[in-house]
Each structure stands twice: as C-alpha cells, then as structure tokens.
C-alpha cells in the first residue's frame, strides 16, 4: 500500500462497531436463554473467529452483515467441539474463551495463528489453575495451542500483578461457574466492557474501585445490544484531521467509556481542538460524536493510571508526537512488547526510517518531536494497528510511504483504507 502526503481532511464518517465490545456481545448472547442481537457488530476477523468457536460449540449465530443474532444456549448449553478452537488472530477470544471453557463439562483444543501461538498464556493460566481449572500449554511454554478440561472450579479473590481486561475477564467469566463469589483486583482499572455488559445480560456483577467482583451460576438473559464505534479505530482519524493541516472530521457514534478514552484526555492535554457533540448512553456505554480540527500539538508525559485506557492508542500516539513540537515521555508501557508484534520495538525502529527522532526504553518510547517526516518502506509486522499508525504518518510525511502488509488491518478494520480516502480532498 502506497501512501502520499495528503491535502486536508473533511467530512464525516460512522467508523464500525467496537472490537472489545463485538467479541463479548457473541460469548455473553451465547451464554444467555433467548435470543441476542447485536446491531453495527464489528465484521472483522477477530470477531468473526469468536463467532466461529461458539458455532462449533453448538450455539446459532445468524451474521447477516448488519446485525449478528444469536440464539443462545444458556451457561451450561455448550457442547463439546469435534474439532480444534481456532482463535485466529485475537487475544480477546484466546483469553476470555479460556474463562468459559475452564467450566465446562468437556475437554477441547485452543489455538491461533503463528502470533498468538507466542503471546504469553500464563496470565491467565495462573488464575485459572488456582480455581481449579485443568488447563495446560501443549508445548509447555505457557502459549498456545491450550488444553482445557472443564472441571468444578472454586472461587478466588485474585491479585493481578497486571492491569488487563483480558485477563480480569477471563477470571470473572470462570466465576460464573465457580462455587463461590470471584473477585479480581488490579493495579489500574482497565477497561470494564464486561462487567457493564454482564450486568446488562443479568449477571450479579459488582465494582469497586480497581476490584470487580462476580457471583455464580446466574441466569442470563438474550438482549438487544447497539455497538458504539470503536475508539481504538476512531484514533486514526482524530490523528490525522489534528495534523494534516486544514482538516476538519465528524466522527460520528464513538464510544467514549472512560476505561478507554485515555486518548481523548491525551490529545486535550496535547492541545487538540477535540470536541464531544451529541453525548448519549445506550446499555451503560457512553458514546458522542467526535469533532476533530487540525491543531497544533505539543509533547506531554504518558504514563501511570491512564495507560490501560490507551494502551492499543500508543503506535498511533506515538506518531501524533512526532508531530508535536518539544518531547514526549511514554512510561509503564510495557504490555505493548506482547501484542500482536513487540510495538515499542517496531514503531522506534519504523518512525526512526521515517527521520523521526525516537529513543526506547525498558518499557515505553521517548520522541523528539517537531522534525519533518520523509517516506519510507514500513513493515507493518502483520500487526494492524502498526498498519493503520503509519497510514496517517505516511499521509502528513513529505514523500511516498509504502506499507507492507497493508491488508493485516482487516484483522480490526477491513474498510480502514477506503473511509480514510473518503475524507481526502
């Protein structure tokens, strides 16, 4: 994919329903009595690899392309799968499928494609095995592929040394077979999807402060469930409108939960002309549409309580400070070296082709902004939002910037490419 400087952006656009929110919205409806639908559902990869696991468990999903039905088969109606879980790509499916599948009554394979088979697994299995949970790495390194044999699984309150909603998840959906009340606590909040949606589904789901906490064995209802545009997909655009100059977009229907809006208090603090129209609040997600204009930006420090509420925002963050005149200081990012490619690494050694001036450190990026960008040749590691990241460098560098492995963002976003043409004048 080749990609040019670009004159202003303007318009607006409706960007597709949000990932976090798509995958749950499957697993929970198919967990359910009755029938869920799930309207603006997020047709990417990753969520239709959630779709896939619970069809071969035996629950009906309709996908007609603009809503997903689901007719669900209640918290203990899943059959064992005659063949392999494929996850593909998605870490969310690997991680809160695990939670479920702990409890079940059958014993099945997970796994996913080659990166998934080396990001760490033993997060989850640690808690897992401490309820009592039957669940093993088959090489033995704490990846993928898992198998899992459902047993009784037993109550804990855990400790999580990391702020993850993957890993909170998992354990709080393994609570709901548990015998006993399930709590997690975390250093930082991280985004909490699904404790607003179970609630939503008729869990008895409780949060306070950086603990949720989950009873067993609750019946759950289906529900109609309208997903808000994803945030993590929004940050694209509100990054490229603030600095290609001259832009103005309309970013309709974003969800604005304040577990992930960290960007939006970033680019504030940075000095982007961000404003929120429109705010409403449709099944405990808040959501607003965007009004974003090109800004002149100066460099801030990223660290601390914000950083899981930005955590998959930091490639393209990243690029939104080279731009920014003076330094920014990201910290405590270190979660970013286990995703889909190690992303610190990759947007130092990226951005630098670029005549970026950006440092790494033990666990995030130091970036000297202010110095104008050239092409380059990008190699976006099949990781899509490094993808997406270097589509907005590449339209505000002088030069043609040209990204390999361009189609990996059908992974999150498979119209990415197109939408972002629209605005172009």
Known sequence: ????????????????????????GVMFGALSHGLTEISNFLQGADCLSTISCFQKMGVKIENTGNSVLIHGNGLHGLRAPDTVLDAGNSGT??????GI???????????????????PMGRILKPLKLMGAEISSQNGNDCAPLTISGRALHGIHYQSPVASAQVKSCILLAGLYADDKTSVTEPYLSRNHTELM???????????????????DPLLHGCRISV??????????????????????????VGINPTRDGILRVCHEMGADIELLNKRSEGGEPAADLLVRSSKLKGVTIEGEIIPSLIDEIPVLAVLAAFA?????????????????NRLDVMVRELSKMGASVTG??????????????????????????????TVAGMAADGTTTIQDAHCVDISYPGFYRDMKSLQV
């Open 361 to 390: 450190t033990d666990d995030g990026l130091i970036i000297e902004g202010g110095r104008p960008l050239h092409g380059a040749l990008i190699n976006s590691h099949l990781d899509h939002r490094i993808a997406m990241s270097f």
């Open 325 to 341: 005149e003076g330094t920014t200081v990201i910290r405590n990012a270190e979660e970013l070296k286990v995703k889909e490619s």
């Open 228 to 253: 808000p545009g994803d945030i993590s997909s929004a940050a694209y655009f509100i990054a490229a409108a603030l600095i290609i100059p001259g832009s103005e977009v309309l970013i309709k229907n």
């Open 1 to 24: 994919m080749e990609i040019t400087k670009s004159k202003c952006l303007t318009g607006e656009l409706s960007i597709p329903g949000d990932k976090s929110i798509s995958h749950r």
């Open 198 to 216: 179970l609630s939503h589904f008729g869990a008895d789901i409780a949060s306070e402060g950086t603990t949720a906490s989950i009873l067993p």
């Open 93 to 98: 499916t690997t991680r809160l499928i695990s």
């Open 101 to 119: 599948l702990a409890g079940q009554n059958f014993t099945c394979e997970l796994t996913g494609d080659a990166s998934i088979q080396k990001r």
